[in-house]
C-alpha cells in the first residue's frame, strides 16, 4: 500500500530576459503584489519591457517608478495578444522543462 501525504505548496516566480535568455527563478511565500513588484524591481532594469500574463498582482507594474513598460496577454482569451503581439510562450516553455525535470525527481503538484 502506498501512502501520499499532501506535500507543501511551493510557489515560484519566474523571469526570463528574451535578449540573454538568462533566467531568474525564486521561492515565494505568496503571489501577491507586495511579494512579486519588490523582485521585479530587483532584477528588472528600469524603462525595460516587461510582458505578462493578467494576473492581478502585475496591474501595477506600469505605475513603479522604474517607468517599465508592460504588456498583458488574457490567457483565457488567447496566448499571443493579437494587437501588441504579447506571449509568455518563453517563460511558460521554461516552466515546463523545469517542472518535467523536478517531477522526475521529487514530483511537482
Not at 24 to 52: D, G, M, W
Amino acid at each position: 500500500m502506498i501512502h501520499y501525504t499532501k506535500a507543501k505548496q511551493v510557489w515560484v516566480f519566474g523571469m526570463k530576459d528574451r535578449i540573454t535568455g538568462k533566467c531568474l527563478f525564486q521561492a515565494v511565500e505568496n503571489r501577491k503584489a507586495k511579494t512579486l513588484l519588490p523582485i521585479i524591481q530587483k532584477h528588472i532594469l528600469p524603462k525595460s519591457t516587461i510582458y505578462s500574463d493578467c494576473w492581478k498582482a502585475y496591474n501595477l507594474i506600469s505605475s513603479l517608478p522604474e517607468h517599465y513598460k508592460h504588456f498583458t496577454v488574457n490567457h483565457s482569451k488567447e496566448f499571443i495578444d493579437k494587437r501588441t503581439g504579447c506571449n509568455t510562450n518563453s517563460i511558460e516553455s521554461i516552466w515546463l522543462k523545469c517542472k518535467a525535470r523536478i517531477r522526475g525527481i521529487n514530483g511537482v503538484y
